[in-house]
Nanobody, 120 residues
Framework: QVQLVESGGGLVQTGGSLRLSCVAS????????MGWYRQAPGKQRELVAA???????NYADSVKGRFTISRDNAKNTVYLQMNSLKPEDTAVYYC??????????????WGQGTQVTVSS
């Protein structure tokens, strides 16, 4: 069974930094895409940054220049370095991945979410 586990959230002051990590585990044949979404209270879940297979990363306009997504393919891990954080970045951050397991159909997976709170 495929599982995504996030870590690295927390409370930080405006202008601070945090680094999120997401590890995909289980019987994985290939990871086709992997990235981060967030959902603030009362708002819809939105894309923050993501890799597609073989492609350059995509970023939400609101985080360009402040956030950087990176990955370690050998560890099935994706990271989100968040700098110059603002109160409007406060949200639950979710890892998302499009994965083909070894013995089941390709599917879309979500982590449990990690809270990021930026105080003003």
């Amino acid at each position: 069974q495929v599982q995504l586990v996030e870590s690295g959230g927390g409370l930080v002051q405006t202008g601070g930094s945090l680094r999120l990590s997401c590890v995909a585990s289980g019987s994985i044949f290939s990871i086709n895409a992997m990235g981060w979404y967030r959902q603030a209270p009362g708002k819809q879940r939105e894309l923050v940054a993501a890799f597609t297979r073989g492609g350059s990363p995509n970023y939400a306009d609101s985080v360009k220049g402040r956030f950087t997504i990176s990955r370690d393919n050998a560890k099935n891990t994706v990271y989100l370095q968040m700098n110059s954080l603002k109160p409007e970045d406060t949200a639950v951050y979710y890892c998302n991945a499009d994965i083909t397991p070894r013995s089941s159909p390709r599917g879309n997976y979500w982590g449990q979410g990690t809270q990021v709170t930026v105080s003003s």
